[in-house]
T-cell receptor, first 115, second 114 residues
Framework: AQKITQTQPGMFVQEKEAVTLDCTYDTSDQSYGLFWYKQPSSGEMIFLIY??????QNATEGRYSLNFQKARKSANLVISASQLGDSAMYFC????????????FGTGTSLTVIP | NAGVTQTPKFRVLKTGQSMTLLCAQD?????MYWYRQDPGMGLRLIHY???????AKGEVPDGYNVSRLKKQNFLLGLESAAPSQTSVYFCASSYPGGRGNEQFFGPGTRLTVL
């Protein structure tokens, strides 16, 4: 079974609007971490946001927030006030265990921001 | 700080040839990782290291070997390259704690095996 599932291969959003990128995960561990990375067309991987499984509040980093629903095993990324520079691939990832080093990535969502 | 660097940026190999990819980090990170990225498949962990002299297998280790003789360097070797190893290879590093063991990535190496 896939550890990380991203069901939206491509998304479009109007500039200045908010967009939600979906991510569901599969683990039997009680301790785990969830991450979102951005990969622009230049190819580098850029860390956006992190949520620990024991964190009670949803993580936020500037215009990025992570909608963490533990019972549903979902960790959706919300980007508010989209900008043209947000056009990129977005990857959801999971680290199993409290201090584990096995990371699993989803297949990514391509986001295009329309002017 | 240069962060995480990878050498080379591009490489073309013939089937059966060998090569080594070099990853270097100047952040004094304990952990280092090698991933491959194939179209439509996201990143998959090949091998990782939790410290100098230690390595462990990831999700797709077959056909690759690694070494971590120095803390700042992590080498990925292909002993006999196959077309299935055509991919973009990313190195990453992280340190215990931080933002959930957040990984810092290198710029990637594009490898083509003919």
């Amino acid at each position: 079974a896939q550890k990380i599932t991203q069901t939206q291969p491509g998304m479009f959003v109007q500039e200045k609007e908010a967009v939600t990128l979906d991510c569901t995960y599969d683990t039997s561990d009680q301790s785990y971490g969830l991450f979102w990375y951005k990969q622009p067309s230049s190819g580098e991987m850029i860390f956006l946001i992190y949520q620990g499984s024991y964190d009670e509040q949803n993580a936020t980093e500037g215009r990025y927030s992570l909608n963490f629903q533990k019972a549903r095993k979902s960790a959706n990324l919300v980007i508010s006030a989209s900008q043209l520079g947000d056009s990129a691939m977005y990857f959801c990832a999971m680290r199993e265990g409290l201090t584990g080093n096995q990371f699993y990535f989803g297949t990514g969502t391509s986001l295009t921001v329309i002017p | 700080n240069a962060g995480v660097t990878q050498t080379p940026k591009f490489r073309v190999l013939k089937t059966g040839q060998s090569m080594t990819l070099l990853c270097a980090q100047d952040m004094n990170h304990e952990y280092m990782y090698w991933y491959r990225q194939d179209p439509g498949m996201g990143l998959r962990l090949i091998h990782y290291s939790v410290g100098e002299g230690t390595t462990a297998k990831g999700e797709v280790p077959d056909g690759y070997n690694v070494s971590r003789l120095k803390k700042q360097n992590f080498l990925l070797g292909l002993e006999s390259a196959a077309p299935s190893q055509t991919s973009v290879y990313f190195c990453a590093s992280s340190y215990p704690g931080g933002r959930g063991n957040e990984q810092f990535f290198g710029p990637g190496t594009r490898l083509t095996v003919l």
